[in-house]
């Protein structure tokens, strides 16, 4: 008998202990895993039981919650929803959330550990449960600027503070209104997803920080002239030769300049020339002498490679490994299979303008809770040193003049120095180009670091070029928060 009690005993012990075991696994292990699952309903209602908080900009909400008189409590309502869409995301009664909605639901909806007392004095108070409020870095005068500017065109805009690396305005085009996917009805909003998805212009697509990224074009020429000056090796007045035409070696591949002929006149050429009038052949040449590797560590220096949380997950650009000669030379000049966003190139230019120093690209400024506690405040933090003082110094100049007298000259403002660079990427043989644009202004005192990129050619196929379009739409941005 003692036995059998003993088998029963030590049963109901092994028993217990997994149930131990297994409930804690459940609760602390994969609680969050588990009520970020789409399919947890009882999350999902929960949530919905909140006041969700506002996500502000200029301490205006462009994304709050109001009362609703069906299961769900309260409504996610959006304001100027295709503006901000990129910013805010939305959170559908089905599926996951996107954009900030996402990144920060914990402290959106009330459930972060920070706002556990507060949510404990609200309960005792009698008070409704509410979330805390994100106020983002978006300038408004700016972002309705980037979006004005940006007109009919496929493409983004982003504005960066070169000092801190606050975004201040990110704007993608064509866009969608997040109002329509927060409804309360399921089908409803899986039918307007899947519409969405079949949309050829992929309006879900946030083409400032990733989508179906685009070659750089000649951008990257900011990149390469970077590596070349950090070498110690080159200055702005090396020379290389000059021809009409360049078949990159152990290949039939033929690079042209931009418009054909040779950069300017004489047998050789200057980098800084090069630069300013983006001819490509020079950049070629001087891509192949430095080599893949050293490209490749500049531009991971820049932030290339690597993804980057503001606090959403932008995608990694591009820049490859293992190049032989021939794609070295074409990646100089951003073709091949080098990929860039266009906060990737806003990093660069801002990185210039920062005396070298790469900043960590940042969305938010601060989150508060309902009782006006601050629970994070964000202050701009390095990335890393891309460049000597002394060399954007130099490219700074060198971008000066690409704008004063070279081939960004449809980004220059009156009396306001202008440092900039355009690009004209191919894509195919007979596709459109993807037209860029990036650089900052003032010059001599940066405060605004912008990045616009154009798909499509801009509606003009292979005769849209950066200077004709993209160039433009910077100035347009720029004119306006320098007049605001």
Known sequence: MNRELKRVSILALLMFLTLFVSSTIIQYAQAESLGADPRNSRTLYDSYSVERGPILVGGDPIAFSQPSDDDYKFQRVYANGPLYAPITGFIPVNGEATGLERSLNDFLSGQSSSQFFDSINRLIS???????????????????????ALGDYTGAVIVTEPSTGRILAMVTKPSYDPNSLAVHSG????????????????PLFNRATGGDMNPPGSVFKLVVTAAALESGRYTPDSTFPNPGTLTLPGSDAVVRNSGGGTCGGGAEVTLATALRLSCNIPMAQLGMELGDTAIREQAEKFGFNREFEIPTLTESSVYPRALDDPQTGLSAFGQGEVRATPLQMAMVSGAIANGGIVMNPNLVDAIVAPDFTPLQEFEGSEFGRAISEETANTMVQMMVNGVEDGAASNARIGDVSVAGKTGTAENGESDPYTLWFTGFAPADDPQYAITVLVEDGGGLGQEGYGNLIAAPVAKQVLEAVLNK
């Open 187 to 202: 089908d409803q909003v899986e039918a307007t997803y899947e519409g969405l998805l079949a949309d050829p212009g992929d």
């Open 126 to 148: 009698g008070q409704d449960p509410m979330g805390a409020s994100v106020e983002v870095t978006i300038d408004p005068v700016l972002q309705q600027a980037a979006w004005d």
